[in-house]
């Protein structure tokens, strides 16, 4: 054990207060969520308010051909500029944006955007060089050709512009599906850090040309907000705090433990830990300052409720940058950015609750199971913890969670056996009417009363879909299913 639990069963107040604290908090995240929502669609419905009441309306509608495309351009140039803006919101880490939605849907919405925004960026670059063609009498297949080397020559705002351009385009390649799985986290971490010098690139020929964004005091006031906003976000919460944090609370590795083959725990000591707000089920982007390991940072989840004296994470070998982390030695200096993530029992609202975890994803459930029992936050027998695996090997940290289950009076069920195509459990005799049962009927069989628990579910990600869709067939809503993917 990373800890000493003391044996202490959840009494009825304690769990009374805990769920009180849970619905409190999903009423916070729903205002909020509401108020972030709200500011967005208003943002943009803002920019296309401006640029219509300034003369866009009657260019689009009334206008030559010429100004009909030179203001589609314009219009679909601002558009991309305020979601991208919104981009980058999203992906800076603000707590508020973190509690809300979670990490992992924040970057997805990032992502969604991201579909949207380059091409309106593509729109407008071909709609603002087509209608200058068309403006300046260059007709045939080389116009565009000839007016876009008019413009790359007329100033050097105009090659940053195109530069940014560029910049967004090869990000947007770089976050395709199959673009991902071949490229190594640090190469598309290193890729996607180039949005932010595509916004800079972009910036000074808004100013200077896109008259649009200095049309009157409102629109300059407005857009210098938005900048202004966004960059401070960047800077304070990607680059500010996690230094201050790493400074303040100077981590360090205390020791390297084999869990299983192929599974190590790093625990880290440091200083005014009870002042960090991490909370369980949490994960953290970390830096180790050693040789092949400092150059970039790995979000790994806490594998032991945070306690005030040290942390831990328990990594499994998956032949990149983990396998490095079992040469650690003890003293090395640890950097990091976080907590994030909203995998926690903040938002619980149900006294049961139900723990999935397969293969790594048990670390955050692990210290999950362990925050309900040292806090008394469940009452004996409110919590089935259920762990899947391939193998008895693959079991790790197979002996606290076992502890932890008894010390608390809950269940932990351990379903080993090789994978089953279209399934998440093991392979079962249990059938009805001649057929298999389905996934759905097993889990309820397992879990008396499941659609009355709060469900956390963490694993790879197609095991986690499975898993999904057995819970909301057996009856528990999706506002109750939490999870936490760590794709990028």
């Not at 909370?279 to 300052?289: I, V």
């Not at 293969?359 to 040292?374: A, K, N, Y």
């Not at 009076?409 to 059938?431: E, I, N």
Request: proline share 5%; hydrophobic share 45%; aromatic share 8%.
């Amino acid at each position: 054990m990373s800890t000493t639990i003391a044996p202490h069963r959840g009494t009825p107040s304690r769990v009374r207060r805990a769920l009180r604290a849970g619905s409190d908090f999903r009423r916070w995240q729903a205002r909020t969520g509401d108020l972030l929502e709200t500011l967005a669609i208003a943002s943009l419905l803002a920019v296309v308010t401006q640029f219509l009441l300034a003369g866009g309306s009657h260019d689009l509608v009334a206008g030559a051909s010429s100004t009909m495309l030179i203001a589609v351009g314009r219009l679909t140039g601002l558009v991309a500029m305020d979601l991208l803006l919104i981009q980058l919101l999203l992906a800076a880490r603000v707590p508020w944006v973190d509690r809300v939605y979670g990490m992992d849907r924040a970057l997805k919405a990032h992502r969604v955007l991201g579909r949207i925004t380059v091409p309106l960026v593509l729109v407008h670059v071909g709609a603002i060089i087509l209608g200058y063609a068309v403006r300046d009498a260059l007709h045939g297949p080389f116009g565009p050709v000839v007016e876009t080397f008019r413009l790359l020559t007329g100033g050097s705002d105009l090659l940053f512009a195109f530069g940014a351009t560029a910049l967004l385009v090869v990000v947007a390649v770089t976050s395709v599906s199959i673009a991902r799985r071949k490229a190594s986290y640090e190469w598309w971490h290193l890729v996607h850090l180039t949005s932010y010098a595509a916004v800079i690139l972009a910036v000074p020929h808004e100013l200077s040309m896109g008259s649009d964004f200095t049309a009157s005091a409102w629109a300059r006031t407005y857009w210098w907000t938005l900048f202004v906003l966004v960059a401070a976000s960047v800077v304070w919460w990607r680059l500010l705090v996690p230094v201050a944090r790493s400074l303040r609370h100077g981590l360090r590795v205390s020791d390297v433990v084999e869990e299983s083959p192929g599974v190590w725990s790093v625990r880290m000591t440091g200083r005014d830990l009870d002042r960090l707000p991490a909370r369980a089920g949490q994960y953290l982007n970390w830096r180790f300052l050693s040789p092949r390991l400092f150059a970039s940072a790995h979000p790994w989840s806490l594998s032991s409720a945070p306690d005030g004296r040290h942390l831990r994470i328990t990594v499994r070998d998956l032949g990149d940058h983990s396998s490095r982390l079992a040469g650690l030695r003890p003293g090395t200096r640890v950097l990091f950015e976080g907590p994030y993530g909203a995998f926690t029992s903040r938002g619980r609202v149900r006294r049961r609750v139900l723990l999935l975890a397969a293969g790594i994803g048990v670390t955050p459930v692990r210290s999950l199971l362990e925050e309900l029992v040292r806090h008394g936050h469940a009452g004996p027998g409110d919590v089935t913890v259920v762990y899947r695996a391939n193998t008895e090997a693959e079991l790790a940290l197979r002996d606290e969670l076992e502890h932890l289950a008894a010390v608390g009076g809950h269940r932990l069920l351990l379903l080993v056996g090789p994978p089953v195509q279209g399934s998440w459990l093991p392979a079962g005799s249990a059938r009805r009417n001649g057929e298999q049962s389905s996934d759905a009927r097993r889990l309820a069989g397992l879990v008396p009363d499941l659609a009355r628990h709060e469900a956390y579910v963490c694993g790879p990600g197609k095991w986690m879909d499975l898993v999904h869709h057995s819970l909301l067939e057996g009856g528990i809503p999706k506002t109750h299913i939490h999870d936490e993917r760590f794709s990028w």
